[in-house]
Every structure is written in structure tokens, then in C-alpha cells.
T-cell receptor, first 114, second 114 residues
Framework: GENVEQHPSTLSVQEGDSAVIKCTYSDSASNYFPWYKQELGKGPQLIIDIRSNVGEKKDQRIAVTLNKTAKHFSLHITETQPEDSAVYFCAASRQSGGNEKLTFGTGTRLTIIP | DGGITQSPKYLFRKEGQNVTLSCEQNLNHDAMYWYRQDPGQGLRLIYYSQIVNDFQKGDIAEGYSVSREKKESFPLTVTSAQKNPTAFYLC?????????????FGPGTRLTVT
């Protein structure tokens, strides 16, 4: 089955600086890679996702890059703000015939230092 | 308001008792999922259901049971056979076949068994 590794497990950055979180996956057939943000005591929320037919996707201060050959993908947050502090999870899935099981990474606790 | 509700937010039980966690969605989604979240381990899939009256085991189904009698409801029973039931439980739903397979998460139920 799929295995997703995520690094680092904790990350502290100064407000205004950039943050990068990296994930690797094992199943070369995986083709959907979402990123979720989880605030304390709440359920995760999708913040951005990418499919295997593109290499990069941006949404304002958030971007995701995908390297299919190396089987890794990364989340980039620029101009970080205090409200970016949360736990971030990457995930991978093989989208085919309605099978949408997501395999999650172990999470990164991001702290923005004011 | 459309969304996923989980109740209760906090649940306490004595060891040896079965307990049922509620998950309801009014998003008209076909698929529903149960995850368990432990510190440092990310989200692990317990059970999922892609259609009413059908469900499949996830990666850690032992000690759990589910039912899917209605599209909007997917209750999870934590049985006395589950060796380490104390955890944060998250329910999610998605609509396979549409634009994307984003999973929408509920707010979670924190179960403590003593």
C-alpha cells in the first residue's frame, strides 16, 4: 500500500518569512495530492491540492510543487502570518474507479513567531 | 448550513464498554470515512463507505464496527475489543465522480476511556 512520509514534524518561522513542508510517497500510481490544515481542536480543512498532470499550483500565498519522478511534493507558504500557525498534513491517493482512500503523512506543526 | 456534524465533542467511557460516535452530513455526499488521530501519527483510516449499505475496512479496523443505513449517517462503534480506544476520531465525506475528491472533515470527537 501507499506510504507517505512528511518532514519536518515541527517548524518555527519568523512572521513574514517562508515555510516549506515536504512529503514523499511510495506508490507511483498515486495521482492526487492534497494538503490539509488543522487548527487546534478542529477537523482538517483542505487548503490546496495538486494532480499528477501538473507540476505546480499556486493560490495566493500558498503553493504546492510535485516531482513525480522523485515521488515527492512540497507545500510552500510565503509571507507567513500568525494565523498560519497550525498542523499541516499532506496526503496521497490513487484516484481510479471511485477509490478515494487518502494516505496521510504524520503532520507538521507550524508555529509563526510574531 | 451544509456540513458534517459529529457528536459529542468529548466522550468519556469506562474500559469494557462499547461506545458509538455519531457522524451526520447534509452535503449529499456518497462516500463517508472514519479516521483515528493520535499524536505524531497523523490520520489513520478505520472504515469507509462509498455507498449506502456498503462499507470496507481501512487500515486499522480491528475493534471497530460501522453501519451505513442512510446516506447522511455513518456511526462508528468502538468496541471493548479495541485495545487503545482513547483518541481523537474524525469523520469525513466526499462526493466521488465530481470535480475533485476533496474530503470534508467534521470537528471530531475526543474519546477518553479509563
Amino acid at each position: 500500500g501507499e506510504n507517505v512520509e512528511q518532514h519536518p514534524s515541527t517548524l518555527s518561522v519568523q512572521e513574514g518569512d517562508s515555510a516549506v513542508i515536504k512529503c514523499t510517497y511510495s506508490d507511483s500510481a498515486s495521482n492526487y495530492f492534497p494538503w490539509y490544515k488543522q487548527e487546534l481542536g478542529k477537523g482538517p480543512q483542505l487548503i490546496i491540492d495538486i494532480r499528477s498532470n501538473v507540476g505546480e499550483k499556486k493560490d495566493q500565498r500558498i503553493a504546492v510543487t510535485l516531482n513525480k519522478t522523485a515521488k515527492h511534493f512540497s507545500l510552500h507558504i510565503t509571507e507567513t502570518q500568525p494565523e498560519d500557525s497550525a498542523v499541516y498534513f499532506c496526503a496521497a491517493s490513487r484516484q481510479s474507479g471511485g477509490n478515494e482512500k487518502l494516505t496521510f503523512g504524520t503532520g507538521t506543526r507550524l508555529t509563526i513567531i510574531p | 448550513d451544509g456540513g458534517i456534524t459529529q457528536s459529542p465533542k468529548y466522550l468519556f467511557r469506562k474500559e469494557g464498554q462499547n461506545v458509538t460516535l455519531s457522524c451526520e452530513q447534509n452535503l449529499n455526499h456518497d462516500a463517508m470515512y472514519w479516521y483515528r488521530q493520535d499524536p505524531g501519527q497523523g490520520l489513520r483510516l478505520i472504515y469507509y463507505s462509498q455507498i449506502v449499505n456498503d462499507f470496507q475496512k481501512g487500515d486499522i479496523a480491528e475493534g471497530y464496527s460501522v453501519s451505513r443505513e442512510k446516506k447522511e449517517s455513518f456511526p462508528l462503534t468502538v468496541t471493548s475489543a479495541q485495545k487503545n480506544p482513547t483518541a481523537f476520531y474524525l469523520c469525513a465525506s466526499s462526493a466521488p465522480g465530481q470535480r475533485q475528491v476533496e474530503q470534508y472533515f467534521g470537528p471530531g470527537t475526543r474519546l477518553t476511556v479509563t
